[in-house]
Nanobody
Framework: QVELVESGGGLVQPGGSLRLSCAPSRSIFSTNNLGWYRQAPVKERAWVASDIRGCNTFSSDSVKGRFTFSRDNAKNTAYLQMYNLKSEETAVYYC????????WGQGTQVPVSS
């Protein structure tokens, strides 16, 4: 059973912007902290940003000021708005519960390249 579905990835040029979406099941969305993670080629998966049930949001130092986590409760959807993307941020991006993730979904690929 797929619990988390990410979308919105795609090729973007360095300096560009992209918004990722995550549509977890309603029970997961309403009762859990959610987070975004990413896994670059040949690297470990890393935390990017998360919230506390839609109240406070946190992000890693490397993306602070450029990436924004948000939720739309009416749409049962979480977002990661990314600005000024860098080539080294090429990765598969995943959403999941935070800080303890559930089984991972497929993720959405974000190649950052000119």
């Amino acid at each position: 059973q797929v619990e988390l579905v990410e979308s919105g990835g795609g090729l973007v040029q360095p300096g560009g912007s992209l918004r990722l979406s995550c549509a977890p099941s309603r029970s997961i969305f309403s009762t859990n902290n959610l987070g975004w993670y990413r896994q670059a080629p040949v690297k470990e998966r890393a935390w990017v940003a998360s919230d506390i049930r839609g109240c406070n949001t946190f992000s890693s130092d490397s993306v602070k000021g450029r990436f924004t986590f948000s939720r739309d409760n009416a749409k049962n959807t979480a977002y990661l708005q990314m600005y000024n993307l860098k080539s080294e941020e090429t990765a598969v991006y995943y959403c999941n519960t935070a800080p303890v993730p559930r089984p991972w979904g497929q993720g959405t690929q974000v190649p950052v390249s000119s």
